[in-house]
């Protein structure tokens, strides 16, 4: 979940207003290859909709995020 938040609230930081699929392939192809060896997208989406009814919902604010991307 702390990938997901992180990539969400990225985007959000540069303006922008991502999909679940988008935050989704965020995770599984900008960050540590292993996610996509461990998580499919479907199951990401599971969780961002968890985060959602759970208000663990990132607002845009603080620094993006230095490490843990492979592409800047």
């Known amino acids: 979940m702390a990938t997901l938040y992180a990539v969400w609230n990225d985007a959000l930081i540069d303006g922008d207003t991502p999909s679940d699929e988008e935050i989704g392939h965020a995770v599984l192809s900008e960050w540590h ?3 996509a060896k461990k998580f499919r997208i479907e199951e990401l989406e599971t969780w961002l909709d968890w985060m ?5 919902v990132p607002t845009g604010t603080g620094p993006k ?8």
């Open 33 to 35: 290859p292993e996610k």
């Open 65 to 72: 995020t230095s490490t843990g991307r492979l592409f800047a």
């Open 52 to 56: 959602r009814r759970h208000g663990l």
